[in-house]
DNA sequence: AAGCATGCGTGCGCTGTCGTACAGACAGTT
DNA sequence: AACTGTCTGTACGACAGCGCACGCATGCTT
């Protein structure tokens, strides 16, 4: 693996997490001495499918996906997981293990809470709890837009929405991926999204070079896209507006 | 339709849902002021895709599927509630709507609470709020599980796995179920499900008469199905474990 | 500068599912 | 007993995506 493994020496603020953003200074105080920054590597595993996780983790410029392996050895991306959200939910919700894996696609910062004390804290009952909730709502339209997408919509659509979610999680146009990490992601075969990435580069809308891809058009790859993108994204959006105005 | 039409006399229990069940006496009576029995009848619809929902419901042995509509009208399947959960969970998180619409599949019985009011106990901080928690987590499973075998596995192995989940909701082996229901759950044309449910009558797994499925050998259905109906199912029992021993 | 692993492009036959169109069977109604 | 709407079965061409088997290009390594 050899895509950009330069060590990045720059500083990431909790802020640039969404949801410690929305977090109020006295509880953010409360959390503080608990939260730590941390580094992700590309293809470093945060927690195993069936384990409970360790660590609740708030990626900043990271991004984390969450796979399902089937049992003959296929995967599935069921959601995204950037700077908007949290790896870890099932500390929230059951305080036991998820039936997936949590996968770093995208190397990065970000900041991370033992289990324990994440559960401390929420059960601290402060405003955290709430926009806990709510982003358990985002998590579940992304995964029924995703069950929903499978079903029903091309691989060159299914393409572009993927894209446009790293995208939308990156500072720039380039998103470093190759056509085999898509493939596991989209739970297709890498030839079939050679296929979808030239029909792509060939109309204008990416370039692509040997694991990076440059968006040149997001317009167009919005349009190319299924409906899936813009209806989880406004979901997203409404959510995460509520929870600047609570 | 003329799918049993008659109206059903008996009394239905709120401790036939398995989350009222888990309630402790103290907390049902606060509970039990605002909860009001109700008739769900075939195809009615508990709240659109998009709009806030107005009550919270708590199947008993009525069964509601949530699905998502297409752009292009085609449906999707993305969770099946019956006596061992709730139809409404955004109230919880976000006090707010689900981009699907709640679909009565099986007519039944069961319990229901008005918004606000299943709100306000939710507030009270009782058991109740990790109950809810943890069966959000439960959802969570179903529709992983739903995305990833809507990627992975055949229509044989899918109709398997619905008609298990319909089963499991149901005290008989008897389904009151259109091949056409079927397809709009699965979201795949009316046709593919007949020629799989051929496949099963002609194995002698189910036997099927005009909406009328009978399952004569249930073993055989759910070794026909994909890994995705155990493994959901065993994450259901364990959280619903995790809940009774709380 | 050569070597090698990794990433990408291509071809081909196969199968599952779709779209469409229609025919037969059953149940409730009059 | 005939009628009508609903539900189920059948048929066939089209095609997206799969599995497999290559060949080529690129960029890091020594």
Redesign the interface.
């Known amino acids: 693996m050899s895509l950009k493994t330069q060590t990045d020496n720059t500083v990431s603020l909790p802020q640039q997490n969404h949801l410690l953003a929305a977090m109020s200074d006295s509880e953010w105080h409360q959390w503080e001495p608990d939260m730590e920054p941390v580094d992700f590597s590309l293809n470093q595993v945060l927690y195993e499918s069936g384990k409970t996780p360790a660590y609740m983790y708030f990626p900043t410029t990271a991004i984390v996906s ?1 796979l ?1 392996m ?3 050895g ?1 995967s ?1 991306e ?1 959601a995204v997981i950037g700077n908007d959200g949290v790896v870890g ?2 500390l ?3 305080g ?1 293990n ?3 894996q949590a996968l770093v696609q995208c190397a990065g910062k970000g900041f991370r809470m033992r289990a324990q004390a994440a559960k401390n804290a929420i059960n601290r ?1 402060g405003a955290m709890l709430n926009i806990l ?2 982003y ?2 985002a ?3 992304q ?6 997408c ?3 919509h091309s691989i060159d659509q299914q393409l572009c929405r993927r894209l446009l979610l790293s995208l939308d999680r990156l500072p720039s146009n380039e998103i470093l991926m190759t056509q085999e990490m898509l493939s596991n992601m989209l ?2 075969r890498r030839e079939s999204v050679t296929d979808a990435a030239l029909k792509l580069q060939e109309a204008g809308v990416i370039s692509y070079k040997r694991g990076i891809i440059t968006v040149l058009d997001r317009k167009a790859l919005e349009g190319r896209s299924c ?1 899936c993108y813009a ?1 989880a994204k406004n ?1 997203q959006d ?2 995460q507006k ?1 929870t600047f105005n609570a």
Do not use: C, D, F, K
């Open positions: 969450l399902y089937t049992q003959s296929s599935s069921v939910l099932s929230l919700l059951s036991s998820t039936p997936n009952e909730l709510r358990s709502q998590m579940i339209t995964m029924t837009q995703t069950a929903v499978n079903r029903h739970g297709v409906e209806t979901e409404r959510l509520m």
